[in-house]
């Protein structure tokens, strides 16, 4: 069974400080990973992707891969009150075709 | 406007009554999915598409049917809706799915209640 999991927080920050989110997936055959934020009643929507072993930054977001340990983080630097939602971790799974396995989120609260 | 779009948005109905929940996407993408959302438990993958024709299943297909005999088209057919079907629906799509790397673009939800 692939599995991936994230702690459901909720996580409170204050307002400039750094949130830290974290996803661990169960399958090292994991094709790539993706950060979705989803706000109360709507859609999930793009943060960002990463397949290598690493970092990658967009603005005030960092994703940070390890392949080995099958972790991915997410970092949001500089945390506004408009980040407070819900952060969705997801892995692709190559399975044939492709699969996509959603953590349960974590609900982050920006405190202002 | 480039967009994901799902028919009905709210839908109350009852055990065993047959019901299609459409999904359409105007950008061309290959890759179609289906998604139920439930407090605690996050997305689930019911169905995907990787192209016309090309279907497989999810982690979750147990009482749902798909189609996809256009590429813009993926409708999702509950022959006999059950009350455990209740849930959050969110079709989406991206352009291939075939590197693994591509954005799936998400249509608004439809909020399904079965009686």
């Known amino acids: 069974q692939k599995e991936v999991e994230q702690n459901s927080g909720p996580l409170s920050v204050p307002e400039g400080a750094i949130a830290s989110l974290n996803c661990t997936y169960s399958d090292r055959g994991s094709q790539s990973f993706f950060w979705y934020r989803q706000y109360s009643g709507k859609s999930p929507e793009l943060i960002m992707f990463i397949y290598s072993n690493g970092d990658k930054e967009d603005g005030r977001f960092t994703a940070q891969l390890n392949k080995a340990s099958q972790y991915v983080s997410l970092l949001i630097r500089d945390s506004q009150p408009s980040d407070s939602a819900t952060y969705l971790c997801a892995v692709i799974f190559r399975t044939g075709g492709f699969k996509t396995i959603f953590g349960a989120g974590t609900r982050l609260f920006v405190k202002a | 406007e480039a967009q994901v779009t799902q028919n009905p948005r709210y839908l109350i109905t009852v055990t065993g009554k047959k019901l299609t929940v459409t999904c359409s996407q105007n950008m061309n993408h290959e890759y179609m999915s289906w998604y139920r959302q439930d407090p605690g438990l996050g997305l689930r993958q019911i169905y995907y598409?990787?192209?016309?024709?090309?279907?497989d299943k999810g982690d979750v297909p147990e009482g749902y049917k798909v189609s996809r005999k256009e590429k813009r088209n993926f409708p999702l057919i509950l022959e006999s809706p059950s009350p455990n079907q209740t849930s959050l629906y969110f079709c989406a799509s991206s352009p291939t799915g075939a590197l693994g790397t591509d954005t799936q673009y998400f249509g608004p939800g439809t909020r399904l209640t079965v009686l």
């Open positions: 598409s990787m192209n016309v024709e090309v279907t």
